[in-house]
């Protein structure tokens, strides 16, 4: 993934989109792989961990109050451009939106 982004910035060949969906891709398969065989992941890369609960919460609360946010602020986009967000770009009038846009035309 890293090498994919590596070379997405050091070359400009207006593939951005590509690069950034086989990046989702092996994420993703990464991902599956890491939660069949967890097993693995941890003889690869042991992270010790935490069990604290109120780390846990902690951090799940701020995921969730972020989630919110977000959600809240595209329904006031939706509500305030008067959009449908199964037809039209949300964030189409931003500017960086059209400069990236621009850069992969």
């Known amino acids: 993934m ?7 910035q ?3 060949t207006g593939n951005a989109v590509l690069a950034h969906h086989m990046t989702v891709q092996t994420l993703a398969l990464w991902i599956m792989f890491v ?4 097993q693995f992941a941890d003889v690869l890369a ?5 069990h604290n609960p109120t780390a846990f919460s902690v951090v799940s609360l701020l995921a969730l109050a972020s989630n919110v ?3 809240v602020y595209q329904f ?9 967000p199964l037809k039209d770009q949300i964030y189409a009038d931003t500017k960086a939106y059209q400069r990236i846009v621009e850069e992969n035309k």
Not at 2 to 8: K, N, P, R, V
């Open 2 to 8: 890293l090498g994919i982004a590596i070379y997405d």
């Open 10 to 12: 050091l070359v400009d």
């Open 35 to 38: 939660m069949t065989v967890p």
């Open 46 to 50: 042991p992270i010790p961990t935490t």
């Open 69 to 71: 946010a977000l959600a």
């Open 76 to 84: 006031h986009r939706i509500r305030k451009l008067k959009l449908n």
